[in-house]
């Protein structure tokens, strides 16, 4: 973990890393992070794809996260039939395939948050891969690659469980990522 937290001490904006993360760490690492980024003064959006925000919500609140310091693209909601909750940093799209939207939701949020310190977290590019082609995939974080680029002030982190069978994700993503980091 202190690669990670010396990773995000070093970023000032405008950087994109894909963080390779054990299946069964992945919600842990989101916190941390999110934690981190807070402690910094970032504000930031949570591409929820494996979790919804009822169960997030559970989640944050446990670990003393600021919800109010994060917005919220649920993709997986209405996939399950989850209730949905109306609250103004909660966007629900269909599902992870919804590339277009997502990346909508996310533009909106971001262009909501004051400051120049703000974060995309995107819980999972593993999930998105079992709703979408791998170039779908490669192309939505290429969008949020542009947006962190074009906005110096944003910071875009993806968050991914690597191994075997995403070698090929991970070497899609070279073009689009401008670091790996292990997260243990």
């Not at 990670?4 to 054990?22: F, R, T």
């Not at 891969?129 to 074009?150: D, H, I, P, T």
């Amino acid at each position: 973990m202190n690669n990670i937290n010396e990773k995000l001490a070093q970023m000032s904006g405008g950087e994109v890393i894909a963080i390779d993360v054990p299946a069964d760490g992945i919600m842990r690492a989101n916190v941390e992070i999110i934690k981190n980024l807070h402690a910094q003064g970032y504000v930031g959006v949570y591409i929820a794809l494996s979790k919804n925000y009822q169960e997030l919500a559970q989640i944050f609140d446990y670990a003393g996260i600021d919800k109010t310091k994060l917005y919220i693209v649920d993709g997986i909601s209405n996939v399950y039939g989850s209730a949905l909750s109306k609250l103004p940093n909660v966007k629900y799209v269909d599902s992870p395939s919804a590339i277009k939207t997502i990346d909508g939701a996310v533009k909106d949020f971001l262009d909501t948050i004051q400051g120049d310190k703000k974060f995309v977290l995107l819980d999972s590019a593993t999930v998105l891969l079992l709703y979408n082609s791998f170039e779908q995939v490669v192309s939505l974080c290429g969008m949020l690659s542009e947006r962190a680029k074009k906005d110096r002030s944003v910071c875009i982190i993806m968050s991914l469980f690597l191994g075997v069978p995403n070698k090929k994700m991970s070497e899609g993503l070279v073009a689009v990522v401008d670091e790996f980091v292990s997260f243990s």
